[in-house]
Structures are given as structure tokens and as C-alpha cells.
């Protein structure tokens, strides 16, 4: 391998990395407050991609307008989710909740996917670029979409840290993900906190879907890759670990764009399954798990 | 309500000793004769459609019933079921093409070499407990899709295996006479295991790992019983349908695979292994036979799963309980 691979591999994995980042947030996020290991997380980075395509392919809306657009619809499409379905869930089901939250992202994720085949079809709607430009980096010409995308996913990431750490609010989601009850005793409406995090989360996939609609077409399927890497991400972070999640969204990212170009696409996949299998083996709580016994197992 | 009535040493009476009999091995007269009627149906419906639309349902009803031994009892949710049915499927399917195996033994070596995974499965959960252990087999059935479609030299990748028939003369009324027997004796198998000791264990562990542990219950040893056991029927099943379908993808292996039996069998009822049997046989044939609701199949699927999640967890089992309670309760018996 010469030089200028290994920074061409670099270079990819990073800006693969940061978007994974941003998915996997989503996805410790609705994990670390509501205990949902979301299956369906996917679908809503499919859902940004959908909307993001209708915006500027066929509406010729500008390509920021366009991914704010998408932003908003899979806000809007997680917090319909959460009151539609898991709220009453949550309210009726006596079972455990763990599972049947999962059992219910798991049909959820089939009646998206089918939905979606049988809206748009089975054909890859996609564009070549937002933006015909390309960006010098390192020496290499990396197209600006690629570019954009990583900056998106920084800023993203960022003003959820921002979010998170700096409102009532986003201390509020913190507080309901670290104590539900003592939340609640302090008088943070849980519904509330609730159905703004699954809409958060699916937000934060619904930009990762739109922002690379020019490397991935919006497709039924389009969000099982994206899904799996997230769930590598979070198992790496820990479950619930938001900041790890940004560490990790990185290393997966340079993982499989190296294990990509060693082995190809066939056997990257099987690489990646691999060793997510043998660190939930060795680390169940993950790299950088905090050791804390929660409610999800 | 009722007079009391003086006691009388009943005398043996032939259909309530048949009764007992069939209790104990999980059977009763109502679902024998559905049995029956399904076993002589052949016999009216000459349609290869429909008996292949009834060997299907056999087909994800038995699969569904395998699911629930595992789901229900352990409570362990399988997420990587469709790969080790898919397993079984190219074991039995690579024998037959590769080896000059007799290929009823193939598919004692299908179950087996499944058998053997899942143990091998369930060794890796070991240390993981709860959401852990499903998103476990999700990866090792993902894994299990990947090598399928990866391995091409063996595989042939997504283009897939053709498998020959069990026999040359093989005909559809066959593959639903095996598939029933195996269908029974699978149900009367885990039914017994269920009712025994093992699987007092087993429901042990599925109610409350904790207090099953402390009571003296090992939980490993129990989970490698039933994970194995299920896996290696999933395999036999699997193997079986390779043979019936004619040939094997790694669309087998698919997640949403899984998805279809893990809805059958949550809609039939956790804990109950029949229901799954039930389910089958309402939705399989009803899908199939109005054209336009195959392309919703696993959106209905989907939809009825998460309905069941969130309304009524008993599914059809405990519909069932519910019904006969009921009558019994009308005809002023006390619930049994």
C-alpha cells in the first residue's frame, strides 16, 4: 500500500466515520431514554433520503433547504411514531419492556420498508450531486458533497452536544436517561421528554439519509447498511454512550473503508459482523461502557 | 348454584382415558382433527396450488413453532432464525450436490451441523443476558447471510443452489404428509420437553433469570439445551424445504425471513407452540390466494406483530385459554 492509499483510506473512513456518528447518536440517544433498541432507525435515514430527493430532484429546492426539509420530515415522522405507537405501549403493555419495544421496532422497521416499496417502488431514486465542485484535501480532489456531508454531520453532532448539555430541555433528556423515576420526582414530563428524543433521534438518521442521497440513492432498503453500522458504532460506544458514539462512528467508519479495500464488499461485511460478535463477546458494555448495570438487560 | 351431587367412582371411561392420554403428550381431540382434516383433504382437493399453498403453511407454522420454543419459553428472542434455517437449507442442500449422500441422512447432517451452530451460539451469549443475548443471534445470522452470499466458490453467491428433490417421484401430496408427521412429532417432542423438568427450567429462566439462578437452576446449561434443540430443528425444517422449493439463496437467510415467523408465532401466542401452527394456516393461505395482498404480506405482518405487542400479548393461545374458559365457565364447570 503506498502512501497516498492509506490517506485516500484515511480520508474515506473519516468522512464515512462522522455520519456513522450521527446515526448512532440517534440511536444511543432513543436508547439511552427510552430503553429502545431501535431496529427501525434505518428506516428513518431512508425517510430523509425520500424527502430529501422529492425536495431537490423534483421540486429544485436549494440543497441545503432541501436537507433542512428532510430534517424536519423525519422529526415529524419519529414523533408520529412515538405517539402512535410506543406511547400506548408503553401505557398498556405489562410485559417486559425491553423486548417488546425491540419486537415492535422490528415490524415497524418491515411495515416501513414494504411501505416505502410499495410508495416509490423498488427503483434507486438518487442524484449525482448537490453541489458540482470538488474540494482539495491532503492533495486528493474529494468531491464537495463528501465534504459537506462530514461538515453537516460535525455540526449536527455538535449542536446536539450543545443541546444536550447547555438547555433545560436537553438536561432534562439527560436526567430522564440516567433516572427515569427521580426525573419524574423532580417534575420533567416524561411523555414529553420521550416523544422529543425518538424525534431527535430520527432526525439525526433523517439528515445522516439526506446528506448522502449522491452516495446512497433513497431505496425500500436503503437504511439496513446504515443500520447495521450503527448498531456496530453503538456496541463499540456502548449502549446509550452518546460522546462515545462520536469516537466510534470514526473508528467504524476507517474500519470498514480499509476492510473494504482489503477484502471487498462481499467479505467486508462478514469481517464487520465479526467483530462486532467478538466484542459484544469480550466487551458487552463496549469500549468505553461506563460499567453501570441499567435497566436493558 | 348446583346441587351437590354424592361422589361416584367414575368408571373408565374409554374417551376420557384417551383424554388423559392425549393430554400428556400435549394432543386433543379438537386439534386431531384438524389434523385428520388435513391429512384427508388430499383426497378432494387435487389443485397442486393449493396442497403446495397447505405445505407452505406447514412449513412457517412448524418454524413458528420451533421459534416459540425458544421465544416463549426462554424468552429469548432468536433475531438470526431465518439463518439458521438458511443453514440447514445449504447443509442439506450442499450435501445433496456435493456428496453422493442418501439425502434423507443429509438431512440428519443439516440438523446436526445446525445443532452444532446454534450450541455454538449459545456459547458466545453465555456472558450476555437479556436484549444482548437477541442482538447476538442478530449478528450471528447476519454473518450467516454474508458468508452465504460471499462464499461463491461453494455458494454460488446470490445466484444460489438448485437442489434436487428428496426422490424422483416425489409429489406434492408427499411433502405434505412428511411435513405433518414432522410437524407432529416435533410438537410432541418439544411438548414433552416442555412438561418435564428441562422445561420447568426453561420457563424458570424465561419468568425471572435471577430468582431461577438463585433457586439452584443453572441458566447456561438450560439455554445451550434449548438453543440447540431449536436450531437444530430449525436446521432439519430448513433442510427439508430446500428439498421441496428446489433451490436455496441467501435470501433465505434474510432478515425478513425471521420477521414472518417471528409474527406468526407472536400472533399464535408466546408459550403456546401451537398457536404459531394456527397462525400459519389463517394467514399463509389467505395471502396467497388474493394476488394483491402477497405484495402486502409483511406489511400486514408488521402491522399485525406490533398490533399484538401493544393490545394483546396472549395472541391465539391465549385466545384459545380465554374460550374454553369461557364455555367451561357457560356450562357452569369450573375452569380447568
Known amino acids: 500500500m503506498s502512501i497516498s492509499t492509506i490517506q485516500n483510506l484515511l480520508v474515506t473512513g473519516l468522512l464515512r466515520g462522522g455520519l456513522y456518528a450521527l446515526m448512532a447518536i440517534g440511536l444511543a440517544l432513543v436508547f439511552g431514554v427510552m430503553n429502545i433498541c431501535h431496529f427501525a432507525h434505518g428506516e428513518y435515514y431512508a425517510i430523509g433520503a425520500y424527502a430529501a430527493y422529492f425536495a431537490f430532484a423534483v421540486w429544485g429546492l436549494n440543497p441545503i433547504l432541501a436537507i433542512l426539509i428532510a430534517a424536519l420530515i423525519s422529526f415529524l415522522a419519529g414523533a408520529i411514531t412515538e405517539k402512535a405507537l410506543f406511547y400506548p405501549l408503553r401505557k398498556l403493555s405489562k410485559g417486559p419492556w425491553v423486548m417488546n419495544a425491540f419486537l415492535l421496532t422490528a415490524g415497524l422497521s418491515t411495515v416501513l420498508q414494504s411501505g416505502f416499496q410499495l410508495g416509490f417502488g423498488m427503483q434507486y431514486l438518487g442524484i449525482t450531486q448537490y453541489w458540482n465542485a470538488t474540494v482539495k484535501v491532503f492533495g486528493m480532489n474529494i468531491a464537495a458533497d463528501r465534504v459537506v456531508a462530514f461538515g453537516i454531520a460535525l455540526?449536527?453532532?455538535?449542536?446536539?452536544?450543545?443541546?444536550?448539555?447547555?438547555?433545560?430541555?436537553?438536561?432534562?433528556?439527560?436526567?430522564?436517561?440516567?433516572?427515569?423515576?427521580?426525573?419524574?420526582?423532580?417534575?420533567?414530563?416524561?411523555?414529553?421528554?420521550?416523544?422529543?428524543?425518538?424525534?431527535?433521534?430520527?432526525?439525526?438518521?433523517?439528515?445522516?439519509?439526506?446528506?448522502?442521497?449522491?452516495?446512497?440513492?433513497?431505496?425500500?432498503?436503503?437504511?439496513?447498511?446504515?443500520?447495521?453500522?450503527?448498531?456496530?458504532?453503538?456496541?463499540?460506544?456502548?449502549?446509550?454512550?452518546?460522546?462515545?458514539?462520536?469516537?466510534?462512528?470514526?473508528?467504524?467508519?476507517?474500519?470498514?473503508?480499509?476492510?473494504?479495500?482489503?477484502?471487498?464488499?462481499?467479505?467486508?461485511?462478514?469481517?464487520?459482523?465479526?467483530?462486532?460478535?467478538?466484542?459484544?463477546?469480550?466487551k458487552p458494555s463496549g469500549l468505553f461502557g461506563t460499567g453501570i448495570k441499567s435497566v436493558w438487560e | 348454584m348446583q346441587d351437590v351431587k354424592p361422589v361416584q367412582v367414575p368408571r373408565p371411561n374409554p374417551i376420557a382415558w384417551l383424554n388423559a392420554g392425549l393430554h400428556t403428550l400435549g394432543l386433543s381431540l379438537p386439534f386431531l382433527a384438524c389434523v385428520l382434516i388435513l391429512a384427508i383433504l388430499p383426497i378432494f382437493v387435487h389443485e397442486e396450488y393449493l396442497l403446495r399453498l397447505f405445505v407452505q403453511s406447514l412449513y412457517f407454522g412448524t418454524l413458528a413453532m420451533i421459534f416459540d420454543f425458544t421465544g416463549g419459553f426462554i424468552n429469548f428472542v432468536n433475531f438470526g432464525f431465518a439463518g439458521f434455517v438458511g443453514l440447514g437449507a445449504y447443509i442439506a442442500a450442499m450435501l445433496s450436490l456435493y456428496t453422493t449422500l442418501n439425502p434423507w441422512l443429509g438431512l440428519i447432517g443439516a440438523m446436526l451441523v445446525?445443532?452444532?451452530?446454534?450450541?455454538?451460539?449459545?456459547?458466545?451469549?453465555?456472558?450476555?443476558?437479556?436484549?444482548?443475548?437477541?442482538?447476538?443471534?442478530?449478528?450471528?445470522?447476519?454473518?450467516?447471510?454474508?458468508?452465504?452470499?460471499?462464499?461463491?466458490?461453494?455458494?454460488?453467491?446470490?445466484?444460489?443452489?438448485?437442489?434436487?428433490?428428496?426422490?424422483?417421484?416425489?409429489?406434492?401430496?408427499?411433502?405434505?404428509?412428511?411435513?405433518?408427521?414432522?410437524?407432529?412429532?416435533?410438537?410432541?417432542?418439544?411438548?414433552?420437553?416442555?412438561?418435564?423438568?428441562?422445561?420447568?427450567?426453561?420457563?424458570?429462566?424465561?419468568?425471572?433469570?435471577?430468582?431461577?439462578?438463585?433457586?439452584?437452576?443453572?441458566?447456561?446449561?438450560?439455554?445451550?439445551?434449548?438453543?440447540?434443540?431449536?436450531?437444530?430443528?430449525?436446521?432439519?425444517?430448513?433442510?427439508?424445504?430446500?428439498?421441496?422449493?428446489?433451490?436455496?439463496?441467501?435470501?433465505?437467510?434474510?432478515?425478513?425471513?425471521?420477521?414472518?415467523?417471528?409474527?406468526?408465532?407472536?400472533?399464535?401466542?408466546?408459550?403456546?407452540?401451537?398457536?404459531?401452527?394456527?397462525?400459519?394456516?389463517?394467514?399463509?393461505?389467505?395471502?396467497?390466494?388474493?394476488?394483491?395482498?402477497?405484495?402486502?404480506?409483511?406489511?400486514?405482518?408488521?402491522?399485525?406483530?406490533?398490533?399484538?405487542?401493544?393490545?394483546?400479548?396472549?395472541?391465539?393461545?391465549?385466545?384459545?385459554?380465554?374460550?374454553?374458559?369461557?364455555?367451561?365457565?357457560?356450562?357452569?364447570?369450573?375452569?380447568?
Open chain 1, 155 to 282: 455540526v449536527s453532532i455538535a449542536g446536539m452536544w450543545l443541546f444536550l448539555h447547555r438547555t433545560r430541555t436537553g438536561r432534562a433528556i439527560r436526567a430522564v436517561s440516567q433516572d427515569e423515576r427521580g426525573a419524574q420526582l423532580v417534575g420533567i414530563d416524561l411523555d414529553w421528554i420521550q416523544t422529543l428524543t425518538f424525534s431527535v433521534g430520527s432526525m439525526l438518521a433523517g439528515i445522516g439519509g439526506a446528506s448522502l442521497l449522491s452516495l446512497n440513492p433513497a431505496y425500500p432498503f436503503s437504511g439496513s447498511a446504515p443500520l447495521i453500522s450503527s448498531w456496530f458504532v453503538v456496541t463499540i460506544a456502548g449502549l446509550g454512550n452518546v460522546e462515545g458514539a462520536i469516537v466510534g462512528g470514526l473508528l467504524v467508519g476507517m474500519f470498514e473503508s480499509v476492510s473494504y479495500f482489503l477484502l471487498g464488499q462481499g467479505w467486508q461485511t462478514v469481517a464487520s459482523l465479526v467483530l462486532l460478535i467478538l466484542l459484544l463477546l469480550f
Open chain 2, 114 to 336: 445446525t445443532g452444532l451452530v446454534g450450541f455454538l451460539t449459545g456459547l458466545l451469549t453465555v456472558r450476555l443476558r437479556g436484549i444482548y443475548v437477541s442482538l447476538m443471534s442478530w449478528f450471528v445470522g447476519m454473518t450467516l447471510e454474508a458468508l452465504a452470499t460471499a462464499m461463491i466458490k461453494v455458494t454460488r453467491g446470490a445466484r444460489g443452489i438448485i437442489v434436487p428433490p428428496m426422490y424422483a417421484s416425489i409429489t406434492v401430496v408427499s411433502h405434505l404428509y412428511i411435513l405433518l408427521g414432522a410437524m407432529l412429532i416435533l410438537y410432541v417432542i418439544l411438548h414433552l420437553i416442555i412438561r418435564s423438568k428441562v422445561g420447568l427450567a426453561f420457563r424458570a429462566i424465561g419468568q425471572n433469570y435471577e430468582v431461577a439462578r438463585a433457586s439452584g437452576v443453572n441458566p447456561v446449561k438450560y439455554k445451550l439445551i434449548n438453543f440447540s434443540l431449536s436450531c437444530a430443528c430449525a436446521g432439519l425444517i430448513g433442510g427439508y424445504y430446500a428439498h421441496f422449493i428446489g433451490i436455496v439463496t441467501p435470501e433465505l437467510l434474510d432478515m425478513s425471513h425471521t420477521m414472518e415467523v417471528m409474527a406468526l408465532s407472536f400472533i399464535g401466542g408466546s408459550g403456546s407452540l401451537l398457536g404459531g401452527v394456527f397462525a400459519a394456516f389463517l394467514f399463509i393461505p389467505v395471502f396467497n390466494s388474493l394476488e394483491s395482498l402477497m405484495n402486502y404480506r409483511l406489511v400486514i405482518y408488521g402491522l399485525s406483530l406490533i398490533l399484538i405487542m401493544i393490545f394483546y400479548p396472549a395472541g391465539l393461545g391465549g385466545f384459545y385459554q380465554w374460550l374454553k374458559a369461557f364455555l367451561n365457565s357457560s356450562k357452569g364447570k369450573k375452569p380447568s
